[in-house]
């Protein structure tokens, strides 16, 4: 009578999570994806080149698989929609040199929202974002300093009117750290979201340069902390 239930067991491996970078070309997506699989920075990539990685990692101790699909130019709706109904997390990206390419994040946005086929519940609590499908935020090319044309707080602030559970600048170049911070998080929030919700609340001190030109904004504490709780927000 304990075989059976043994096989059960040892079939029962947790199902890889999927993730789509989306955004513009040039932004960094496939450099972000490579960076993580394989430690390795490579500048040049074919813009029309797309596809599905998969990778193993420890991640909160345990062993992990991830689906990464690179995608390339979002001018098909109709693929564009594939993407979104094969994913179970998003990775927004965008270049702080282009402002073209953070006005299509909006637009991604937007079409997860419509096309993602996860039933939303309607929460009141300050941690619905929790039950939303998850989308992360991220600016790269951060080392292109004299090239910037979108700053840290035009991010973050996109990164709540979009509703984003976190908020990243990073060099994809520069800081692999950073890199497998993004997709360690993810993880987290797909499948430990209760122990994602307790890191988040450690995380609520934002850069001071947020409010400094609005002190009044300080005054309604209240407020303040559930903005806050809506994306973690992290520069390297």
């Not at 999927?18 to 699989?37: C, E, M």
């Not at 094969?86 to 990206?93: D, G, Q, V």
């Not at 300050?126 to 935020?137: E, I, K």
Request: glycine share 2%.
């Amino acid at each position: 009578m304990s075989t059976p239930r043994r096989k059960i067991s040892m079939s029962s491996k947790q199902k890889p999570l999927r993730i789509a970078i989306l955004g513009q070309n040039g932004v960094g997506k496939s450099a972000l994806t490579v960076r993580f699989i394989t430690r390795r920075f490579i500048g040049d990539y074919d813009p029309d080149l797309e596809k599905v990685y998969a990778c193993s990692r420890c991640i909160d101790g345990e062993s992990v698989t991830l689906e990464l699909l690179d995608t390339a130019a979002q001018e098909e709706k109709s693929r564009l929609e594939d993407h979104i109904k094969w994913a179970e997390a998003f990775i927004l990206m965008y270049s702080v040199t282009d402002r073209c390419s953070f006005g299509e994040v909006s637009r991604l946005k937007f079409l997860i929202n419509s096309y993602s086929k996860k039933q939303r519940k309607s929460v009141s609590s300050p941690d619905s974002a929790m039950t939303s499908t998850p989308v992360v935020l991220v600016a790269n090319q951060v080392d292109r300093i004299h090239d910037r044309m979108v700053t840290q707080e035009e991010g973050f602030q996109r990164s709540l009117e979009l509703s984003c559970l976190s908020f990243y600048e990073i060099s994809v170049r520069e800081n692999i750290d950073s890199v497998f911070k993004i997709f360690e998080d993810i993880y987290l929030m797909c499948r430990k979201p209760r122990k994602c919700r307790q890191q988040l609340c450690k995380q609520l001190s934002l850069p001071a340069f947020i409010n400094e030109e609005k002190p009044e904004e300080t005054m309604d504490t209240t407020a303040t902390l559930n903005r806050r709780r809506k994306a973690i927000f992290t520069v390297s």
